[in-house]
């Protein structure tokens, strides 16, 4: 509860600074600062020192795996601000707002990896969301921050209400918004041998609604426009943190969910994994601009990440899940980092960076290898473990076959990144850059190589 | 003990050679460090007891990999052969310059921990890192400081094997869950419970991976570009250790792991091994360019070592183990030469060169002993190397060994063509002017031709090296 709790009046915090001081980085600091507060409430509770004690009728259900999940988004957005919090504050007027908006966000975070029945998820993930309408169109005079912004919101809010038709009817089928495994229906199910079919159809509806919310194809069409319109700082975020809490949303809403659809479930989620990786990995390739190579990257790790959902509960799997969350949010951070400090965003745009500036090259360069999977990285092991766990879990081999040659495919386009930076001559423009930035960047990737080379550096924690 | 310093002491040296600007101090740094590499294996394998060639410590104790790495009788040999090319290597091509020299002498002592490691691995997971990690630096060396095409080259290269690699990946999970103790240990890896049908498809996962990095014919197509665009060195490391990878992963990770299915299919791969002999043969035929000739030339050696080691037998594969060795240090050598050939005369085209014998005598004596050993004559190393290698084919199929015995004929002609080209004819416009190789590049040349001669009398030393590896393989098969 602390973490819902903290962020939420945080996001009310920081609203209000605004009123008291213009001075936009004292507004930065504050939020950074609030940011420890709340991964400190986070730590207090994971901990059992101290923790609000509110009567939520079973509605949330904190546990420990969720608390973990908070903590690795709560350090990944605290990064996140260290590394990008003053391109935040160049992004519009409304400083405090942008900060408030995102803390807002965290709170559905918290929701999201604590929520018990369907009631809640709905709560949980349109508190995330409509923040993110907002921070999409923050760039006011640009129009395709606008366009991206009326794109997502139109879509977004289409796909909320496809989630409550779906949990409508599976409430109609079950008469509670408990998700199906913890319902006394289970039994009955099997018993039957066969679900009712509102059941199957709220099911279905769910699944595609939060397909969208993870952008999972085939309903990922609004993701490269809105990451390539939105302000690239918060492109940043919600290709990460958001993405991944929504990943973890995904995947504990459907954790025994699929007993309900039998056999089906498994041709529903084959084809979701290998529609995401397929049409995520290549159109990145086609792609010129490197944001908009980031957003259809973003898909294909979608696709990665849903391998965890198929593995469905097993001990790997949960534990992948936390890693991919991890080391993707970590890489693609410090990526957009990068990004941010270039005028120009095509592939050209990184010609010669190497030459000009080794630090950015270099944090970039591991953070693409991370991106890759290649070992020594952590996106090494996020996707071993995830795919690990599809194996264990008797997934088919065809599957995990056809991912690692897409994951072949994924090394042409994340490589021609450090083709430009390294191989090919160029001047790149690039904005002013502080020491203390490079030393972040630094540590960033320090800590992509150590969860590559000891990536019980961080799982240890989900067990004591 | 002895083979974690074997990692650490090229992956110290190249950390800190990053930060070296100076080309003189950043190529004696890297040097320095190869030697005390090469004593520290030479020591370590002759006269350290049995007990320091082991060392064991916790990884990932949740998932069942360990830091395990050993110099047992599989591994020394390649050991030797790194330890022993990358100082002979680095001085060779001393004389050579390079636009930020730290950084390239740097990536070329990482490369060689990464082959280090896979030699010494015996944990599955381990040695998929060190598979990867060797093939990150040479991907940097080739695409900084290689010839006109690089980047495209270099970049097939890196997909190719990358491609090979996942799937390997994909097949160590697959053995892994059916270990019985759920561990990535070697000695778990080669004790499953997999029946014989079941081991068919890690088996190719495993096999395509290596025979991507041998390269076995038809999945050889990046190598001849990527050995001419790759600067000289690279190439060196290349050809003369990196392609060993892939025989040596057979050797260690796929006889042991899936005997039925090796046996199974050792018909069509030696086929295709053979097939690769002639057609990589016929090409160097045609070929005007001397590295592209001697990538050729070493696609059909490769081959000729590819097909003994699916033949089996306690000779082959000792002669394979041998002929590894002794092929690393003979392509080494004419690297060294077709490097000189290039940097004095600024050409590597045959139909330009010309009369070097008289221009370039002491040259001229190290280019035919060499080239001797690469068609295997007697009394050179390759000899005895080849002749372990035929005995194991012939008596698995009488006519697959005199197919093969095809290729050696071809050798024979497409080296002594070379021979001809470059050394003897008219002396040409170009090679009017050519003198005789720089200081460095000789010495290591005179200390290979010692080795391919003293070898070729006695090989002795090297069969002794092999021989518990062989049994020990023989007894798990």
Redesign the interface.
Known sequence: MNAIIVSALLGVVMMFSGIFTTNKTIIKNIATAGMLVLLAANLMEMNNLFSFDINTHDLIVTQRYGLFFNCIAYGATFIYLVLSGTDITEVGVNVAEYFALIFFVLCGVAILSSFNGLLMLFIGVEILSIPLYILTGSDKRNLKSNEASLKYFLMGSFSTGVMLMGIALMYGATGNFGMVHNSGLRGAIVAAQQPPYLLVAGVILLFASMSFKVSAAPFHFWTPDVYDGAPSVFTSFMSTIVKAAGMLAFIRVFENQYTVLGPTWHIVVDFAIVTTLLIGNITAVFQQSVKRMLAYSSIAQAGFMLFALYANNTE?AKEGMLLYAAAYSLATISIFAVLIKLHDYTLDGFNGLAKKEPVLAFAATVSL?SLSG???TAGFFAK?YV??GA??AGGA?WL??VA??L??VS??YY?RVI?AM???EGDPQVLPISGGFKAALIVVAALIVILGI???AL?SWLYF | MIPVLLLFIPLVAGILGFFIKDQKAASNWAIVASVITLLTAVIGIYAMPASMHQFEATWLPSIGASFSVALDGMSKMLVLLTAISMPLILIATRNNNYSNPGSFYALMSLAQVGLMGVFVSMDALLFYFFWELALIPVYFLSSIWGGEKRIAVTFKFFIYTFIGSLLMLVGILLVYLHTKDHSFAWSSFTNTDLTSGEETLPFFLFFIAFAIKMPIFPLHTWQPDAYEQAPTATTMVLSGVMVKMGLFAVIRWVLPLFPFAANQFEMPIIILSVVGMIYASLIAMQQDDIKRLIAYSSIAHIGLMAAAIFAGGTLGLQGVQVQMFNHGINVIGLWILANAIENTLGTRKLSELGGLATKAPTMAILFVVLAFANIALPLTNAFIGEFLLFNGLFQYNIWIAAAAGVSIILGAIYTLQMVQKVLFGEVSAITANATEINAYSKWVLIVIVVAVIALGIYPQPLIDLTKDSVNALLVIK
């Open positions: 790997i290898l290649i070992p020594l071993y795919l690990a194996l264990q081999l995990i076959i690692v040659l994951a072949a090394v042409y490589f083709q390294y191989f090919k000891w990536p019980s799982l």
